[in-house]
């Protein structure tokens, strides 16, 4: 089981950027994909981006291409979710989450290990 506790969330004005930390501990963090969900008020769980253990390979939701970045430093055990042109409607509380295995895969149920989540709130 790995720990994980993100960090980095605020209030923000439309247009504005925030950078989202999760720092991980517990188990070896090289080689299991991470990823980064939300869960905005009313709605499902949704998956925002998820970069593999190497970070060689990342997958983003159509919502956020083109303004988010995932990254990942595993000298630190860190993922990194940089968030630019936020909007209105990426209000949420934003989750890092850690694979339960070495294989790649975007789906939530495939995440064993989930942080408390940081609310990101964007202001018109």
């Known amino acids: 089981q790995v720990q994980l506790v993100e960090s980095g969330g605020g209030l923000v004005q439309a247009g504005g950027s925030l950078r989202l930390s999760c720092a991980a501990s517990?188990?070896?963090?090289?080689?299991?994909?991470m990823g980064w969900f939300r869960r905005a008020p009313g709605k499902e769980r949704e998956v925002v981006a998820v970069i593999s253990g190497s970070g060689g390979r990342t997958t983003y939701a159509d919502f956020v291409k083109g303004r988010f970045t995932i990254s990942r430093d595993n000298a630190k055990n860190t993922v990194y979710l940089q968030m630019n042109s936020l909007r209105p409607e990426d209000t949420a509380v934003y989750f890092c989450?850690?694979?339960?295995?070495?294989?790649?895969?975007?789906?939530?149920?495939?995440?064993?290990?989930w942080g408390q989540g940081t609310q990101v709130t964007v202001s018109s």
């Open positions: 989450a850690a694979h339960r295995s070495t294989y790649y895969s975007t789906l939530p149920t495939d995440f064993s290990s």
């Open positions: 517990g188990r070896t963090f090289r080689g299991y994909a």
